[in-house]
């Protein structure tokens, strides 16, 4: 226990937390009680944005919506028609879930500001529906006589009682919110928000992420709406107004976005900016708005990023101990040597009219390492995108391991062992070289929200997970790097993390794009050893490279592309000597004097 | 004699922390087409994005008619007269191709015109489109535009990356053939080309990279006959 | 003969959403940035106007070239404020400064003009025309025609001279213009003072018949965000046409249902268009960047 309290900023905000709670019991006087309070409405609000916004990375503006509509909830049935606490209260959380469940069908699946401003069209219906659906909600009058939170006729009075009320489901979103995110389900999150695609080709459902951090943000929006109505005792369709939405947004930005720490603090910090800033008199969101951009521009990761690399600096700690590695094998090859492992036939794809890729048919045999090789733009990776499922092809069929996979979403190949790597790093740099590879077990551990909530203090899955990761990075050499972020690792090294990531998958065919970029010929040699002996393990290995001193040696068999055409397939030595490789490569002209 | 027009010396560049170019050192005088050959990855884009101030070098000088290129802006290197045709043509797709030209010229309306027309004087295929937006042109002829409109800032020396990729070899040929002339009138051309054997005949001196180092350098007519660049490409 | 009467109210509103979505697209293209104050700059345009009738009582028509000016001078400090410090970052940091700069104006204007509603001058006086049954609003021609003006004015601008091509060559490759020698920076800040200003005459233009309050951006920017997104992202041709449409639409459903229903079934369109034609009604807009 003193070992967990002293890592990253505990300590400090262990003592921040004190502070906090000491803050108003020391003045003691109903303002500061009834302030206090807000924060910790405020704070469960931004907590539920933090899973949507700050882990998955999607800007809602959907949040406040769901606060109000908590809100009206409790107000309806509390006050007019004289439901108890227990009773409502479930019903205003289930409400905005249910809402966002089905939104999200059409929302979620869209991007940046698509989403952002779908969500706020949502919004704005509910504001407009508060205010002219009067017989239910009052119109613009609100709605006026909540009880305060009762249980069992026994009522919470107004002042610290209230106060303690409320944190205590504040501390009680505060710690599900943790529990969920702390294990190898959140660093999913993480991976899906700074690199969705590299994600997708770990077998990582974005799309599943995405809904439970959405419902879960509804669910915090209900409670935190629940409580303000309970608490205040009168609402009004300002419940439902754009500055509730930007409050929320201004203090997980300004907190720390990615933090429920960061949700807390923003949510103290701004309830109480309008006192500390009295001068401003009502019109405490210019400093709102005043804060949330200065954060943006001067520290974007928020107060407690802040803090975060002020004590990295200050105080760095002695990285853990690397867990022990635990063995993984390769998947096994059943019927090796007989049927083809993945079939392309005729495939093509066109990209505003370009044929980027035409009639491209090729098979790979288990246990085969193939060459692609081709000069640049003449749509290698856009093969490797086609067949690992980022893009559609027009036409054509692939054929992976005896299954027709030519309409299966890219997360489902990569679920049936077709693993890949990519051209340009895809590692996220704050993670450690660990955990980035401990994701590739993701979907083999069946890790999703049910095993995420159900986990133990040990989160037994990032742990069997560290394990496996352990055991791959020591078989390509890099075991001392574990601990290490990979944003501070050398070029070679995260290379390396990205293919152990890739195997950690347990594939059946590895695509590696261009591994060899950016190495240097020791490098190079020691990757293509490496390559060489999961080859030999089994292992089937389709690889792209231009780099042909580090190829030839390596594949058995290659296949060259041009234009989008499949001119070539052979081995390395017949290719080397085909005059439309060489044509392709070198031009026309003037090398027949110097054919051999 | 005098310092020649482009001077790079040890000249590196680094993107996050992988060495593209380690110190490259060559020269381009007045009116000279020097050609930069290598394979894929070998640093040629590179070189000429660094000379534009498109990438900051890690290490070396640049100077360009005698001025030290280190802090000036890519607009600034643009108005020195560094002409640049990027890699992927990058023509702006929504201007028509009279527009592509235009506005590539910072010159009063009178210089403009007559720029213009000599362009197009230049380029048969493009007067014939002059109205089309740029997308709708071939690739061959968003190539001839790219080029065109290097010239249109009547550049001292042109900067030219992979003209010919994704071009048929006919129309490859066909714009090299005006990369000579452009050159033989007297602008100094870097041509960097993957396709070795059409920048040969094309450049009088030429360089070899290989992962980011001058491997070779020399006349054409001697580095055609070497197997070394040969070697280069296929891995011997 | 009721249709009709809408038609030419839905158009004079129309008319003002076009310069709103207008502004909008040129930023949006310039700088790949979606501004959520788009909104907000029209609701400035509009107390601008206010504020300058207190002044000067002068017809609306005379305060435009002033609030024009002045809008211009603002999307100059926008831009420097909410754009050029976060340019090298993702899109999703300039969209929250320009939600943080839009809660800033529309505080301020609060803290000024106070939460009522304000009516600006008239662009040429009131009055009406009568015409069969039809009765037409001097100012709702004036709209039409002061907007049709600007649209124009930006279109020759656009396509005319050099200065637009220099614009349009930064929108659509900032790297390249800057190699050839286009001040590609300058460029941007004059898009979004343009773009300002275009807001700004869209505020002075409502301002009158609509009223302007603090909070008005809100729904201005949701329609113009829809206009942007259904006449295809980027295009602006389809962005003055959608916005015409979307008018239309919300003017001549509330007056047979209501209001809220007219929002919402909009809001179900735009949900509609997106899931189904993500690329908008119209196509997209050549010249994206890539």
Partial sequence: ????????????????????????????????????????IYALLAIGYQLIFGYAGALSLAQGCFFGIGAYVSAILASRLGWSFLLSFPLSLAA??????????????????????????????????????????????????????????????????????????????????????????????????????????????????????????????????????????????GVLEFPVMVTCLAMAVIGGSARVSGAILGAVLLVHLPEWFRVLDNSYLIAYGAALLVVIIVAPWGVIGAVERLRARLLPELPPEPPAPRMTTLRAHAGSGGAPLLEVEGLAIAFGGLRALDGITFSVRPGELLGLIGPNGSGKTTLVNVVSGLYRPSAGRIRFAGQDITDTAAYRRARLGLARSFQSTSLVPEMTALDSVALGRAALEGTGLASALASGWRCA???????????????????????????????????RVEIARALALEPRLLILDEPAAGLGTGEAADLRGRLQRLAQGGLTLLIIEHNMPFLMPLAERMICLDDGRLIAEGKPAEIRGHP????????????????? | MSEPLLVLQGLSV??????ALEEVTLTVAQGEAVALLGANGAGKSTLVKAVMGLVAPSAGRMRFAGVDLRHLST??????????????????????????????????????????????????????????????????????????RALMGQPRLLLLDEPSLGLSPILADELLEKVREIAKAGTAVLLAEQNAAKALAV?????????????????????????????????? | MELLQLVIDGVSLGAAYALVALGFVLVLNATGAVNFAAGDLVMAGGFAAVALAQALPLPGLALLPLVLLLMAALGLVFSGLAYFPLMRRPPT????????????????????????????????????????????????????????????????????????????????????????????????????MLAAALAGAAGLLLANRYFVEPTRGNELIVSAYMAVVIGGWGSLPGAVLAALLIALFQVIVSAYASYTTATALLYAVLLAVLLLRPKGLFGEAIGRRV
């Fill in chain 1, 580 to 596: 439309r490789v060489i044509e392709a490569y070198l031009g026309r002209t003037a090398w027949a004097g110097v054919r051999e």
């Fill in chain 3, 93 to 192: 940091a300039v969209f929250i400064s320009t939600i943080a700069l839009g809660v800033i104006l529309q505080n301020a204007a609060n803290a000024i003009f106070g939460a009522a509603p304000r009516k600006a001058p008239a662009l040429l006086g009131e009055h009406l025309y009568h015409l069969g049954g039809l009765s037409i609003g001097r100012q709702s021609l004036a709209i039409v025609a002061v907007a049709a003006a600007l649209v124009l004015a930006q279109h020759l601008l656009f396509a005319r001279t050099q200065l637009g091509r220099s614009l349009r060559a930064t929108a659509q490759d900032r790297e390249t213009a800057e190699a050839l020698g286009i001040p590609t920076l300058r460029m941007i800040a004059l898009t979004f």
């Fill in chain 1, 96 to 237: 905005p879930v249910a809402l966002a469940a089905v939104v999200a069908l059409p929302v979620l699946r869209l991007e940046s500001h698509y989403l952002a401003l779908a969500t706020l069209g949502v919004a704005q219906v509910a504001l407009l529906a508060a205010v002219n659906w009067q017989g239910l909600t009052g119109g613009a009058n609100g709605i006026a006589g909540i009880p305060p939170i009762a249980v069992f006729g026994a009522r919470v009075p107004d002042g610290w009682p209230l106060m303690l009320v409320v944190w205590l489901f504040a501390a009680a979103g505060a710690f599900l919110a943790w529990h969920l995110m702390r294990g190898l389900y959140g660093r999913m999150f993480h991976l899906m928000r700074e690199n969705d695609i590299a994600a997708t080709a770990l077998g990582i459902d974005r799309a599943r992420l995405r809904l439970a951090a959405f419902l879960f943000s509804a669910l915090y929006a209900g409670a935190a709406g629940a409580l303000y109505a309970h608490s205040v005792g009168v609402i009004s369709p």
């Fill in chain 1, 461 to 495: 899955h990032l742990a069997r997970a560290r394990g496996h990761a352990m055991a791959l990075l020591d078989a390509l050499g890099i075991a001392a790097f574990a601990e290490r972020r990979c944003g501070e690792l050398p070029h070679g090294i995260k290379r």
């Fill in chain 2, 75 to 148: 607009l600034a290197r643009a108005r020195l007269g560094l002409g640049y045709c990027p890699e992927g043509r990058r023509v702006f797709p929504g201007l028509s191709v009279r527009e592509n030209l235009e506005v590539a010229a910072r010159v009063d309306k009178t210089t403009r015109r007559r720029r213009l027309d000599a362009v197009l004087a230049v380029f048969p295929a493009l007067a014939a489109r002059a109205d089309a937006r740029a997308w709708q042109l071939s690739g061959g002829q968003q190539q001839m535009l790219a080029l065109g």
């Fill in chain 2, 14 to 19: 680094a993107y996050g922390g992988i060495a």
């Fill in chain 1, 1 to 40: 226990m003193r070992g967990w309290i002293s890592t990253g900023i505990r300590l400090p905000l262990a003592a921040l937390a004190v502070a906090l709670a000491a803050y108003p019991l020391i003045l003691g006087n109903a303002y500061s009680f009834r302030l206090a309070t807000l924060a910790g």
């Fill in chain 2, 203 to 236: 450049a009088g001196r030429a360089y070899l990279l290989e992962v980011g180092r001058v491997v070779r350098e020399g006349a054409s007519a001697v580095l055609a006959e070497s197997a070394e660049v040969r070697k280069a490409f296929l891995g011997g």
